[in-house]
């Protein structure tokens, strides 16, 4: 769990307090706003700032209570020397709030952070090994700051703003160059017993498959992200197959060039055999997805990231392999699979709107 501050108030991101109560959210015949929702003190009124930082750039904002941003601001991310991306930090809370009363900073980064959301473990983007974020930065801030991943915190803006209101056991699953995940249970992020949950993308889907980047074989990445459709694409391109020509002709006749975001634009501009690569995709989406619910049990899927551009031409084919794969199909209620809200700007919002809920902020 991460710890509170001195003075401060554990929340959705520690142990469940005893906030008041709010109106109950309503959703497809489901009361759960008076359960979850009831006693967490989501209506604290103030803002926050969020900050996302990837690999490229770091994205500020000023959050409010509804969860509307009402500035932003960004910088390229300054290589991968931890002083250096401190600085662009405080730069940015500095510049957005020169018009604004801010209460607290939330900071959302790829990697493994430590229970007590002090120290990143690991980053793969960054320099960042066992470094104590949250410290440094509430020195040069002085204000409270709360530290998390990137994806619990697109999660929870999910859950609170977007597709996941009024859903009390919420997955996030966002495809890109891989997979990653969150949980949202009971009104808390779940987080797991060492604080790495949600690596969803490294189940072994296929034993002996595809070699993946973390030493495996088979992972659920290596065939349902944006990196897999890319590479099947080429692998079709390269077999000079007369479906694929279309394929070529986008690149040049560079099979090379080909990249899961210009098979999702042709899919979507009605090329059939990127249509098809999608589908495929999409299948892998749905069994991956039914061996997580036969796992967790949660009452809906959002599928966030840069892949689900494709919309419908995704996530039709992956409802169908969920619901043909799920165990006990038939005579079990399934889970919802929706598309995620949000957008890019979910991480930000989600680490702003965290760092308000979780922390008792004195004016």
């Given at each position: 769990?991460?710890?509170?501050?001195?003075?401060?108030?554990?929340?959705?991101?520690?142990?469940p307090?005893?906030?008041?109560?709010?109106p109950?959210?309503?959703?497809?015949?489901?009361?759960?706003?008076?359960?979850?929702?009831?006693?967490?003190?989501?209506?604290?009124?103030?803002?926050?700032i969020?900050?996302d930082?990837?690999?490229?750039k770091?994205?500020?904002?000023?959050?409010?209570?509804?969860?509307?941003?009402?500035?932003?601001?960004?910088r390229?991310?300054?290589?991968?020397?931890?002083?250096?991306?401190?600085?662009?930090?405080?730069?940015?809370?500095e510049?957005?709030?020169?018009?604004?009363r801010?209460?607290?900073?939330?900071?959302?980064?790829?990697?493994?952070?430590?229970?007590?959301?002090?120290?990143?473990?690991?980053?793969?983007?960054?320099?960042?090994?066992?470094?104590?974020?949250?410290?440094?930065?509430?020195?040069?801030?002085?204000?409270?700051?709360?530290?998390?991943?990137?994806?619990?915190?697109?999660?929870?803006?999910?859950?609170?703003?977007?597709?996941g209101?009024?859903?009390?056991?919420?997955?996030?699953?966002t495809?890109?160059?891989?997979?990653?995940?969150?949980?949202?249970?009971?009104?808390?992020?779940?987080?797991?017993?060492?604080?790495?949950?949600?690596?969803?993308?490294?189940?072994?889907?296929?034993?002996g498959?595809?070699?993946?980047?973390?030493?495996?074989?088979?992972?659920?990445?290596?065939?349902?992200?944006?990196?897999?459709?890319?590479?099947?694409?080429?692998?079709l391109a390269?077999?000079?197959?007369?479906?694929?020509?279309?394929?070529?002709?986008?690149?040049?006749?560079?099979?090379?060039?080909?990249?899961?975001?210009?098979?999702?634009?042709?899919?979507?501009?009605?090329?059939?055999?990127?249509?098809?690569?999608?589908?495929?995709?999409g299948?892998?989406?749905?069994?991956?997805?039914?061996?997580?619910?036969?796992?967790?049990?949660?009452?809906?899927?959002?599928?966030?990231?840069?892949?689900?551009?494709?919309?419908?031409?995704?996530?039709?084919?992956?409802?169908?392999?969920f619901?043909?794969?799920?165990?006990?199909?038939?005579?079990r209620?399934?889970?919802?699979?929706?598309l995620?809200?949000?957008?890019?700007n979910?991480?930000?919002?989600?680490?702003?709107?965290?760092?308000?809920?979780s922390?008792?902020?004195?004016?």
């Amino acid at each position: 769990m991460y710890g509170a501050l001195p003075g401060d108030q554990a929340g959705p991101l520690g142990r469940p307090a005893p906030w008041r109560r709010r109106p109950a959210i309503q959703r497809a015949g489901r009361l759960h706003g008076g359960g979850v929702r009831g006693h967490l003190r989501l209506g604290r009124k103030g803002l926050a700032i969020g900050i996302d930082i990837g690999g490229t750039k770091v994205a500020a904002g000023v959050v409010d209570a509804e969860g509307r941003i009402l500035s932003e601001a960004r910088r390229s991310t300054p290589g991968t020397d931890p002083r250096a991306v401190e600085q662009v930090i405080v730069e940015l809370v500095e510049e957005l709030g020169r018009g604004h009363r801010i209460w607290s900073v939330g900071i959302g980064a790829a990697g493994w952070m430590d229970l007590a959301g002090g120290t990143v473990l690991f980053s793969p983007h960054l320099a960042w090994r066992n470094e104590p974020l949250r410290e440094n930065l509430q020195r040069l801030l002085r204000r409270p700051v709360l530290l998390t991943n990137d994806a619990d915190a697109a999660a929870w803006a999910e859950w609170r703003f977007g597709a996941g209101q009024g859903e009390d056991r919420l997955v996030c699953i966002t495809l890109g160059t891989g997979i990653g995940g969150a949980m949202v249970m009971g009104g808390r992020v779940e987080r797991g017993r060492f604080g790495v949950a949600g690596e969803f993308g490294h189940q072994i889907i296929m034993p002996g498959g595809h070699r993946c980047e973390c030493g495996n074989r088979g992972c659920w990445e290596q065939y349902a992200s944006g990196n897999a459709l890319g590479r099947e694409a080429r692998l079709l391109a390269r077999a000079n197959s007369p479906v694929a020509q279309d394929l070529l002709a986008a690149v040049g006749g560079r099979p090379e060039a080909i990249t899961g975001a210009i098979v999702t634009e042709l899919a979507l501009a009605g090329d059939r055999a990127s249509r098809e690569l999608i589908e495929e995709v999409g299948e892998w989406l749905g069994l991956g997805l039914a061996n997580l619910a036969a796992a967790l049990d949660p009452g809906m899927f959002v599928i966030g990231g840069g892949l689900c551009s494709a919309g419908d031409l995704l996530v039709q084919p992956a409802r169908k392999a969920f619901s043909r794969n799920l165990t006990g199909r038939g005579f079990r209620p399934e889970a919802a699979i929706e598309l995620a809200a949000l957008g890019p700007n979910a991480g930000l919002i989600g680490a702003a709107d965290l760092s308000r809920v979780s922390s008792r902020v004195r004016s």
